[in-house]
């Protein structure tokens, strides 16, 4: 398989799409980024999991603004099908288009939104349940 899996920071170096998957801990998150806009080869897409944290703020830590997008996958990945492709400003169309046919190519099912607080499905899930208590 082409889909590897480190704790390695170096072993990135030569990825051409780069998933973050770190635990919700924003100083973590940004650490990593600008770590990884040091290593990684000038053309990877680098990507983060987030499913809150704004990914305009990683994109900027690690200077690579145009290159930085959301791969937001849900839990049980295995399961989901639904994935945001969150989009700040800043990210090229081709990196969007790449990823797009990254997530199709995965047999996920891909849904681009904005750079938002919560994107698309938190952004309706939270006053939903907090409608429900």
Request: proline residues 6%; contains cysteine.
């Amino acid at each position: 398989s082409r889909i590897k899996t480190t704790t390695d920071v170096a072993d990135v170096a030569e990825a051409d799409l780069i998933i973050e998957a770190i635990a919700e801990n924003l100083p973590i998150k940004m650490k990593f980024f600008e770590q990884i806009g040091e290593i990684a080869k000038p053309e990877a897409i680098i990507a983060t999991n987030t499913s809150s944290f704004s990914v305009s703020d990683m994109a900027v830590a690690c200077g690579r603004p145009e290159n930085t997008i959301g791969l937001h996958y849900f839990n049980p990945v295995q399961l989901m099908k639904l994935v945001e492709i969150v989009c700040p400003d800043e990210a090229s169309q081709d990196v969007i288009d790449k990823a797009i046919a990254f997530v199709e190519q995965t047999k996920k099912v891909p849904v681009q939104c904005k750079d938002t607080p919560g994107f698309i499905v938190n952004r309706l899930l939270i006053p939903y349940l907090l409608q429900a208590t």
